[in-house]
């Protein structure tokens, strides 16, 4: 096997404008993904949360010898100044499942000495969650799904390791309660939540929006991946 970078996300569309020319990879155990035309860099995405992540990892491992991970996607805002498509790369994570907290230093702007905690949860924080976990943690930014576990599993495998992500809800977006609709492997059910929404025209302006703002959020994070990558 050759050795590669890796980038893991939760959902394709996250990734979708970085990897539109790269050949796709076989499905496995619910992993996807994409190999770099020219370069030894896989992208891979294998659901939301802990398990997910873990499984994505464990691809990686079959395709290739990691050299360094990436761990990228959506976020939800945990600072009011943080706007939909807003960027950020996490200086420390935390884990709120097992307490564990990892250091990873500020890469993207390294003449910054501003922190950006990221969280990590079990489900997606809709609204009311979002305002209870600043409330409870002050000082973080943002909050996510599965940079906690890879963390973990990049100090475990001896890997520099990254987290940027880019913000699809602000702090006060009031989205439904989309953690019904995760399947046990931590997959979306569009179709079920679609026929959901479909049902309440309350939600489809919420929706809407979002949807614009998850774009936003994709093609910019897409764009610094692009740069980040082009400069290693």
């Keep these: ?17 970085l990897t539109r020319s ?12 994409w190999q770099h035309p020219s370069r030894s860099i896989f ?16 691809r990686a491992k079959q ?9 990228v996607g959506w976020a939800g805002a945990l600072d009011e100044d943080l706007a939909a498509g807003d960027v950020l790369e996490a200086t420390d994570i935390l884990d709120t499942r097992t307490g564990e907290q990892y250091g990873l230093g500020p890469q993207l702007n390294p003449a910054s000495n501003n922190t950006a905690l990221l969280l990590t949860t079990q489900r ?17 930014a943002f909050v996510d799904m599965e940079a906690g576990t890879l963390a973990r ?17 602000t702090l006060h977006e009031d989205l439904p309660d989309l953690n019904p609709f995760i399947s046990p492997m931590g997959q979306f059910c569009t179709a079920r939540f679609a026929l959901h929404a479909a049902m309440r025209p309350q939600l489809w302006p ?8 998850a774009s ?11 740069r980040e990558l082009s400069a290693m």
Excluded: H
């Excluded at 790269?22 to 993904?33: F, I, P, S, T, Y």
């Excluded at 009311?128 to 600043?134: M, S």
């Excluded at 919420?206 to 703002?213: A, H, I």
């Excluded at 093609?219 to 991946?225: D, G």
């Design 1 to 17: 096997m050759n050795e590669a970078i890796v980038i893991i996300a939760a959902a394709r569309g996250e990734l979708r404008p």
């Design 43 to 58: 992208a891979l995405y294998g659901g939301m949360g802990a398990d997910a992540a873990t499984r994505a990892f464990a």
């Design 153 to 169: 599993l990049a100090l475990a495998n001896n890997l520099p390791f990254r987290a940027i992500k880019a913000i699809s809800d």
């Design 216 to 226: 936003l959020a994709a093609k910019n994070l897409c764009e610094t991946l692009a």
């Design 63 to 71: 395709i290739c010898i990691p050299t360094f991970l990436f761990s």
């Design 124 to 140: 997606v924080a809709a609204r009311e969650e979002k305002l209870q976990l600043k409330a409870r943690y002050p000082q973080a």
């Design 22 to 33: 790269w050949a796709a990879l076989k499905w496995d155990n619910g992993v996807e993904g």
């Design 206 to 213: 919420v929706l809407s929006d979002f949807g614009k703002n």
